[in-house]
């Protein structure tokens, strides 16, 4: 198999309020009584996290949208069909990011630049790209990112060959994406990179990290075998019923399609695919 490209969109949230709700304004959207995403031009002013006050406060001129207001499903699948026209082996990511296995011989940086056209501006304002040979090593270099494509698309391609080189530097808190609350176990015994984390024998990390020992052992040499799951297009989810004997009275039929209904509703909200449309 080829490498793996991580891609994740930036800002988005906020553009596709500005769309939905029809804002020439930049936007603030909140959830939690938090600041989930900005415009652009109101960082650093605001930033993910922050309070509503005192992000009211700060930039009183922004538009203020709630994150549960915000059909974001119509953008995802956008953005989703936009990715999978590169590799059939795509596994979304949340809203507006995933990774996409590459084939042999292909440019990483030619599809990086085509995907981040599709991308942007229409579905975000910037987009993170890393490749890498494995999810893990990808997410990483979309993270670390800082060579500008074009102005609005971040790249970092990290070979196989300097992994090791590209990890050893990095905190242990990038872990958290991999094995929560690992970071501060091994911050309190002085190991704040993952260099320093790579050198410490599997024997010792058991003792202090447990069961989690192993995969974090592996992830800071940049080893990583978890397969891609490819998640689109999204299976259909079908509900049937058998009747027995079958149905004489029309009125029976709502509630039987109604729960029928509500059982497919179930499902599509376990996967994450289901989200009701704001009304109005």
């Not at 080189?165 to 015994?189: D, I, Q, T």
């Amino acid at each position: 198999m080829g490498e793996i490209l991580y891609f994740s969109l930036e800002h988005h949230y906020a553009l596709w309020a500005q769309k939905a709700k029809n804002l020439s304004r930049p936007v603030a959207v909140l959830h939690q009584g938090q600041v989930w995403d900005a415009s652009p031009e109101l960082f650093p002013d605001l930033y993910p996290g922050m309070g509503e006050r005192e992000a009211r406060q700060a930039r009183p001129d922004a538009a203020w949208v709630s994150l549960a207001s915000l059909y974001c499903r119509p953008y995802r699948e956008k953005a989703m069909e936009a990715a999978y026209r590169f590799s059939p082996q795509l596994e979304p990511e949340g809203d507006g990011a995933g990774y996409l296995a590459l084939g042999k011989g292909e440019d990483p940086l030619e599809v990086a630049l085509s995907l981040g056209r599709l991308l942007v501006p229409s579905l975000a304002p910037r987009v993170r790209m890393g490749v890498g040979p494995n999810r893990w090593v990808a997410y990483l270099a979309a993270r670390e990112a800082k060579e500008s494509l074009e102005g609005v698309i971040l790249y970092r391609r990290v070979p196989a060959e300097e992994k090791a080189s590209f990890l050893a530097p990095l905190p242990v808190n990038v872990l958290e994406k991999v094995a929560e609350g690992v970071a501060s176990r091994l911050e309190k015994v002085g190991l704040a990179t993952l260099g320093e984390v790579a050198e410490v024998p599997l024997g010792e990390l058991r003792q202090l990290l447990g069961k989690e020992a192993l995969a974090v052992h592996g992830y800071s040499r940049g080893e990583d075998g978890r397969a891609l799951r490819p998640g689109w297009p999204l299976p259909m989810v079908i509900r049937s019923i058998r009747l027995e004997p079958p149905l004489e009275q029309l009125e029976k039929v709502p509630p039987l399609l109604e729960r029928l209904a509500r059982e497919a509703a179930r499902e599509l909200e376990e996967r994450g695919q289901c989200q009701p449309a704001p009304a109005g």
